[in-house]
């Protein structure tokens, strides 16, 4: 069974759920806007999601005979066939898709997601703030001279190319000024000289409930999430096509 998590919404919005599934991706079966159950797919929003997935979760699809990430290396291995075979990208996201590719992935690359409004990550070092921007820096640093170390022929850019995927312009702009001279590129929906992306961009940190409530729009929930699946796809190379280019590594933070 293959488990879509609709985590933008409440029970009181399971409606708009619908909808914007719909738009977002194919092969869900909705009937009048309401999500309904069709095997072997099941959606599944933050407000019924206990009913589905209980303590019984990890032991029954981690590896008990490995440690530390290599215990979720099952789970993982069915959101890949996930994402591969069922939750694919609507014909417009598709199309958008390809040409984000076409003007940015023209070259090996690095994706990164900064995640700033509501959320903080898990590391008790910075448990309830944000992960610096110098750690960010530093990852992109020593990630890029790993992938040179181990192709030089594939990267063969002194300096990294980097896609930026984030929710916070703020956050964008502090990576690049930190950033300076160390990269080659920076790419991001909020800087790129497209409207239609730009458009889709988060204006601002996300944060649950104001995305939840009743001053923002339905047409603005649809394309800021049409906007994070395109950085989704960017950061972490889900949905390529023959002959399209993926990051060479993502970096991101635990939360």
Not at 62 to 81: F, G, L, M, T
Not at 209 to 225: A, L
Request: glycine share 6%; net charge positive; hydrophobic share 35%.
């Amino acid at each position: 069974m293959v488990v879509v998590v609709a985590a933008m919404v409440d029970h009181e919005h399971d409606h708009v759920a619908g909808r914007i599934i719909s738009k977002m991706f194919g092969r869900l079966n909705l009937v009048q806007n309401r999500i309904v159950y069709h095997r072997p797919l099941m959606v599944v929003t933050q407000r019924t999601a206990k009913f589905h997935f209980g303590h019984m979760f990890a032991d029954n699809y981690e590896n008990p005979y490995k440690y530390d990430v290599s215990r979720q290396k099952p789970i993982y291995d069915h959101a890949y066939n996930s994402f591969k075979n069922t939750i694919l990208p609507s014909n417009y996201i598709r199309r958008q898709l390809t040409r984000l590719r076409q003007h940015f992935a023209t070259k090996p690359y690095i994706g990164i997601h900064i995640r700033h409004g509501d959320r903080y990550p898990t590391n008790q070092k910075w448990r309830g703030d944000y992960v610096p921007m110098s750690e960010f820096t530093k990852a992109t640093k020593e990630t890029w001279n790993t992938l040179r170390t181990a192709d030089p022929s594939h990267y063969t850019d002194f300096k990294p190319t980097v896609y930026i995927a984030s929710d916070s312009y703020a956050a964008l702009e502090d990576y690049k000024s930190l950033a300076g001279a160390t990269v080659e590129s920076i790419g991001a929906l909020q800087t790129s000289g497209d409207h239609t992306w730009r458009y889709m961009a988060s204006p601002h940190g996300y944060v649950q409930r104001v995305f939840n409530g009743r001053k923002t729009r339905q047409d603005e929930r649809i394309r800021w999430t049409q906007g994070v699946i395109l950085d989704f796809a960017m950061m972490s190379g889900a949905w390529l096509a023959d002959g399209e280019r993926g990051p060479g590594a993502s970096i991101c933070t635990a939360s």
